[in-house]
């Protein structure tokens, strides 16, 4: 069975600072792009950071320079260090892995930026 479970989300103040995780199981992880997605109320879904298999990456405008997106091939997760977070960061955050035709998703965890 494919899984993939982000963890790590909550609640902090502007400023403050959160590190998403996912954890995968059953894919071939190494060959997999991976993503982080975002969506807040009332808004589209948006891309926010992507991992090649290879390590490249790429960053959503607005993220690049507070957000990174590691991957650990050897256990088979990824994750989103934020920080100096914006309420407009208030989202639930989606982990997805791509692979030619097959696509997967996590259940997404909430991030609430407030004071």
């Known amino acids: 069975q494919v899984q993939l479970v982000e963890s790590g989300g909550g609640s902090v103040q502007p400023g403050g600072a959160l590190r998403l995780a996912c954890a995968t199981s059953?894919?071939?992880?190494?060959?997999?792009?991976m993503n982080w997605f975002r969506q807040a109320p009332g808004k589209q879904r948006e891309l926010v950071a992507t991992?090649?298999?290879?390590?490249?990456?790429h960053y959503l405008d607005d993220v690049r320079g507070r957000f990174t997106i590691p991957r650990d091939n050897n256990e088979k997760t990824m994750s989103l260090p934020m920080n100096a977070l914006r309420p407009s960061d208030t989202a639930i955050y989606y982990c997805?892995?791509?692979?030619?035709?097959?696509?997967?998703w996590g259940q997404g965890t909430q991030v609430t930026v407030s004071s």
């Open positions: 991992i090649t298999a290879d390590g490249k990456t």
């Open positions: 059953g894919i071939t992880f190494r060959f997999y792009k």
């Open positions: 997805n892995a791509i692979l030619e035709d097959r696509q997967h």
